[in-house]
């Protein structure tokens, strides 16, 4: 996570990473997660919102299945580097093609799979045929590759095709925010951090760093002109243009997060817990001295889906705890137990309330994890790098860093 001038508001410290991936190993670990009241977090979400324009949009543009646009594909993914393939339990992975991987204002942060999005009874695993890895990334402009002057200016999804029996491609996909009138429909960039996703069933769920989330709907990808410049965003004379994508994803909805404690929470990442139905969140924070992230320990909770597989209008957290490690930027939960991603210590934390804590060495520049559901191979743990030049994605057995 690098920083984000948004994030003054809630404040403290920026990470500089390298490419290099720490030498696997596992460690006690002296500390671990503390409880504290589930009941102080809450969430109001709607799905509706500026439906009458989406659906305005859809009308006037056309909507394009997922497996449609895996045939459109057109960025190779390429091999993923040795020193990640020395990771313990490591089964496979890639990297993007060379822009890029080397393009320092493009930056890659969340990461969910079809297999979060369908289980892996559903197809073993495939969403519309295809068995997807999804990574969301920021783009960020200003002084070119000089984070502290930068500021986020628009979001994407990266659709790379996990399946044998398809290329070896990925499509980019804008994330926008719809705009104007059912009459007059229009949309412009969306302009968060996006430093995590889950995709559950249809609906794709994007953290909003100091608000929630944002939800988009997988049947609600719109196809757009590909003309005009790099620079055109929006609707004008019934044409419209999304910086030269062809696709874009109108946000159709919002998750907003309130607390009685008196402390905001910051989402700065995000994952899917199949088993107890929910999200699990956590926070990047410091120990102290930093000025773009909290210096306070940060927190992680859990929010329940409703029995209908989204969120109720109201949602009370069914779970929270108080991390003792710093400089989070991947959470991960599955069947009572956690993962936590330390970009700041280059470590990967497991802890479960019976058996503690253990630490396990991980790479620099971690972002998010996902966790993969198998019920023929081992379940496994993917996670990807955001350093420039150095952007694997990877999964490796979650045996391996369970204890």
């Not at 990297?95 to 990461?111: A, E, H, K, L, S």
């Not at 990442?269 to 120990?287: G, H, K, N, Q």
């Not at 936590?340 to 210590?345: E, K, L, P």
């Amino acid at each position: 996570m690098r920083i984000d001038r948004r994030l003054v508001a809630i404040a403290a410290g920026v990470l500089a990473v390298t490419g290099a991936v720490a030498t696997s190993s596992s460690v006690g670990a002296a500390t671990a997660p503390t409880p504290i009241s589930a009941s102080q977090f809450t969430l109001s979400t709607s799905y509706g919102e500026k439906s009458d324009v989406v659906s305005a949009l859809a009308t006037q543009l056309g909507t394009a299945a997922l497996h449609t646009v895996m045939d459109n594909a057109n960025h190779d993914r390429t091999g993923t580097e040795s020193s990640v393939q020395s990771l313990p339990g490591y089964t496979g992975g890639f990297r993007f093609d060379g822009p890029d991987n080397g393009d320092c204002n493009n930056v890659p942060q969340g990461i969910t799979t079809s297999r979060d999005a369908v289980g892996d009874g559903t197809a073993n695993g495939r969403y519309d045929g295809r068995q997807i890895v999804m990574v969301s990334w920021y783009t960020r402009t200003g002084t070119p590759c000089d984070s502290g002057t930068a500021k986020t200016t628009r979001n994407r999804l990266t659709f790379v095709d996990w399946d044998a029996n398809y290329p070896d491609k990925y499509r980019k996909v804008l994330l926008v925010t719809p705009t104007g009138t059912a009459t007059a429909p229009n949309f412009t960039d969306v302009t968060t951090h996006a430093g995590g996703i889950v995709w559950y069933g249809d609906y794709v769920y994007v953290a909003d760093t100091s608000h929630g989330m944002r939800i988009y709907d997988m049947r609600k990808i719109l196809k757009v002109d590909t003309g005009g410049s790099a620079s055109d965003i929006g609707c004008s004379g019934g044409v419209c243009h999304a910086h030269n994508y062809a696709y874009v994803m109108p946000q159709v909805g919002s998750v907003t997060a309130s607390t009685t404690s008196g402390t905001a929470l910051a989402w700065s990442t995000i994952s899917l817990d199949r088993v107890s139905r929910s999200i699990v969140m956590a926070e990047y924070t410091c120990p102290s001295g930093c000025t773009a992230y909290p210096n306070r320990a940060p927190r992680a909770v859990r929010f329940p889906f409703a029995s209908s597989g989204t969120f109720a209008a109201n949602t009370t957290a069914s779970e929270a705890l108080q991390l003792p490690w710093y400089k989070i930027n991947g959470v991960a939960s599955h069947n009572g137990r956690w993962w936590f991603n330390s970009s700041g210590a280059h470590q990967l934390y497991y802890w479960t309330p019976s058996a503690g804590s253990h630490t396990y060495a991980w790479v620099s520049g971690g972002e998010s994890i996902s966790y993969w559901e198998d019920d023929t191979q081992a379940d496994l743990l993917w996670s990807l790098q955001e350093t420039q030049d150095h952007r694997n994605v990877f999964a490796v057995t979650q045996a391996s860093y369970d204890g």
